[in-house]
Each structure stands twice: as C-alpha cells, then as structure tokens.
Nanobody
Framework: QVQLVESGGGSVQPGGSLRLSCAAS????????IGWFRQVPGKEREGVSC????????LYSESVKGRFTMSMTDDKRTVYLEMNNLQPEDTAVYYC????????????WGQGTQVTVSS
C-alpha cells in the first residue's frame, strides 16, 4: 500500500523542540518534492517547508526560517522536520506531502500529527 506515515508530534513548552518523521511506505521519494504543511482549525493549510529529492534543496516559510530544518535519509524513504524554539503559534496539525507530478507520478498526503506548544 502506497502511503506516507507521520510520527513525532506531541506537546512541548515554548522554546522546546520536536522532530517529525514522514516515512514512505510502498514507494520511495525519488523524483518527489516533499513538503511539510500545517493547519489550525478554521484556517487554510499553509506550507512550512519543502525539499527536493533530486538535488536536496530546501525552502522554508518566513515564520519558521532559522528554527526548523528539513532533511531526507540517503535511501530517500524518510524525511524529517526538526523543529526548535517552538512557539505557541506553531501549534497545528502537521502534514507531509509528496508531489511527483513533475515526473508523472502521484501525489500523497500523510495522516497528520498534532503539535501543541503551550506553557
């Protein structure tokens, strides 16, 4: 079964850290652009970061730049989002997405993982 499986969410205090994982099952992330998105109730899903599986380039939204780091394993089966200095405004459900449309491949979403930052 082709799917993305996320893990690593939880609750932390402001200034804390979490690492999210997104594992590809049934396929590899070769030729996919992989992104992390987040969503809070009543708001649109927003892009947080993305990485290219072909050249490893990363992009970050201004709200997380300098605090979040995205990476991919050498076997291109898992991506990580290292989140440092978390703030209450980072509270959201985080989703990973793999988009292979540039190469005629599919597009997949993970099931989402909750991140809560509060004191």
């Amino acid at each position: 079964q082709v799917q993305l499986v996320e893990s690593g969410g939880g609750s932390v205090q402001p200034g804390g850290s979490l690492r999210l994982s997104c594992a590809a099952s049934g396929f590899t992330l070769d030729y996919y652009a992989i992104g992390w998105f987040r969503q809070v109730p009543g708001k649109e899903r927003e892009g947080v970061s993305c990485i290219s599986s072909t050249d490893g380039r990363t992009l970050y939204s201004e709200s997380v730049k300098g605090r979040f780091t995205m990476s991919m394993t050498d076997d291109k089966r898992t991506v990580y989002l290292e989140m440092n200095n978390l703030q209450p405004e980072d509270t959201a459900v985080y989703y990973c997405n793999a988009d292979g449309s540039e190469y005629g491949l599919g597009r997949y979403w993970g099931q989402g993982t909750q991140v809560t930052v509060s004191s």
